[in-house]
DNA sequence: TTGTAAGCGTTATCAA
DNA sequence: TTGATAACGCTTACAA
């Protein structure tokens, strides 16, 4: 592909001019420009935004350190924040970390050596101590120490929810979540707001105690059968909250598969928006994130960042959607 | 960050030592080495990929202009295209077009600017007159001139789609997809093979007519209404083949809702390989398109590609998944 | 208004 | 074994 020089040479200038007519900076003769320009379009040069990356110290490639593009919630995170990224001239590139700590630390090394403005953490490892300051970090729910972090606000969640069985005259709560706190991993994220947010809320208004299942960090997607068989040995519960859409939505099909009816006879509230569960052939009641708000916040972060301005942790609000399992 | 000129002084040595040392290339004295090393790890030096590239003229970066990282097959491959290029060096950087053909035209341009080492390229878009030499395509399911491609055996899974249902003993056959052909767009893409495989086997060896349900490319998620309403003006109609997991999902729902029980009234075979439907109640009947051997043929195109090899067109067979819904 | 040259961080060539 | 030095393609003083 030609180069400055080509273009310099072909034009009879000297590359100076040649890279004031294709950055519009400083003076350049009219006829020089259009002659330039003309080859330019002649033998259809284009800059090369590597050298351009080198000599600015800044490539203009934000990274997104993910456990899996497949899952709903995070497939459509992935597509706000590229959409976000891109109005301000920054390009994704996606690392499906699978889960794995080692992978993680992986791509960490690769993104280190390759230089990029920005990395986008979402994990659930006990990464903390890998972490260094040259890494241009932002992590999305989940507080490192000296890393700006953007997470939606999980404690209200918790608090809209239990609000929300309480209203409907729920008398027996039960949380379901793999958000690990306390002894099965050392890492806290600020999805376990959710649950105090919803226990709060619950010991302050409810009479009874709420049934609190927790196990341990999974896939995202599949939970343990254990579970299912726990829910079932509670007939008496009405009114469940669960970690996310993924969790609530078969909870559900299992419970109907055993002859229970939601919401009729369970209401069952999930996390994350309801909006890609259409096929559980209802829609799904629903603590809403906003992927397209958080996307917005963590892109707004970057290009603080870079703007020289203060970057704020921020705290995404979230709704509750109401749907047809509560 | 440091360079490798930190290092050089630091050590007392000149810049190609290091050089060798980092790259274990050419001869250098042990204590030499050891000096060298020592001091890379004191100030924790990194090389810095950016100017490797620029010299290499080489960055190892792929990226994938894809309509929708949240429409779940594509998800799904851009996780595994992702994985497969990683096994090979490669980093992918990703492109949500947004079915835009404007949006796909600018990215275009960026990554050519930004040299990257490949662009797998999906989309419905009239794009072909966009597409030069200097960029390094490779596509997925279409067809362009001097391009090389990759794409599922669409025509053979119309085939066993057709054959299943006929022997399951369906009288009345129907198909539904937006795959465009002929008038709504001057577009083709391979996609369509999907309804001349059908056809084909259905003409061969069924008694009826198929009723050939046709419309412009959407969104590849919501489908217009209007064919919800052609479905039910066909009551005789017990086998239907969707051109993807998405439109059947929407089908047999609407279905549902009249009142009709698949598979028992109308069987449903969808496309893609019903994994990511689970939700729907039950597991959906599917010809599998297999992201991991797409993701593998592509990123081995690739390889082969910078390998001065041949690059093969690669057609990826499908499989008939069995579900309870045909 | 224009051109020369330094420098961004590497690797590779060629002497020493 | 090692170290200058010339690229790679660009931007930006600095001179002219």
Redesign the interface.
Known sequence: ?PSIKDVARKAGVGIATVSRVINNSGYVKQSTREKIEKVIQEI?Y??????R??LKQK?N?VAFIIP???HLFF??L??HV??ELFKYGY??????S?ESMEKELEYL??L????VDAIILLTNNDIEQYLNK?LPLISFDRKFKDVPFVASDNYQGGILAAKKLIDLGCDHLMFIGDDAQGDSTPVQTEVTKRRLGFMSYAKEHHHSEVINIEYPLGNYINIPEQVHKTVLEHPEVDGIFAISDAVA?EVI?NL?KHGKRVPEDVKVIGFDGGR??????KKMTSISQSPEQIAHAIAESIHSFYANEKVENKIIPVTLTNGETA
């Open positions: 592909m259809g284009v800059p090369n935004e590597i050298a990356s080198m490539n490639i899996n593009s497949t497939g459509e992935l597509y590229e959409l390009k994704l590139m996606v690392c499906n699978s090394d690769m280190k050596n390759n230089r040259d939505c099909l109907e890609s569960f259409l096929n559980l052939g």
